[in-house]
């Protein structure tokens, strides 16, 4: 955990509060922005930016980075579960990039096998799986 003060201005309370409001949901620093737009709510995108990766730090919310072409997302765990979260893969579609939340037994498997048998730890948080979504194939 970081150990740099945490102050609970406004803006982070209500930052919290939105990110509370949509958990296991994917959302990228621009959806934060957009959303507080439409709210008329006044915090800016560097405080958005500064406040979800001071978020990341304390485990309060994960980042996930699938490629060098899209943004980070991110997912609000709470601030209990981060320790406890469960482990979940990622699937892109390579057309229309969307970002699909993969919690499944026989992946988990594979990365027991691949633990075990070839000594080799993968991170299922950063394991992405290409290929099209229902609506593009």
């Known amino acids: 955990m970081n150990t740099r003060s945490k102050y ?19 959302i990228t620093a621009s959806d934060v922005c957009e959303y507080f737009k439409a709210q008329g709510a006044k915090i800016g995108q560097s405080t958005v930016y500064r406040q979800l990766e001071s978020l990341v730090d304390e485990g309060i919310i994960n980042k996930y980075i699938i490629d060098g072409n899209s943004p980070a997302c991110f997912e609000y765990m709470g601030a209990d579960s981060h320790e406890e979260a469960e482990v ?50």
């Open 8 to 26: 609970k201005t406004k803006q982070r309370e209500i930052l919290l509060g939105y990110l509370e409001t949509v958990p296991g949901v994917h």
């Open 88 to 137: 979940c893969f990622h699937c892109k579609c390579e057309k229309c990039g969307k970002l699909i939340h993969l919690h499944c037994d026989e992946l988990e498997d594979i990365r027991v096998h691949l633990e075990q048998e070839h000594h080799f730890k993968m991170d299922p948080l950063r394991t992405v799986f290409y290929g099209l979504c229902d609506q593009c194939s």
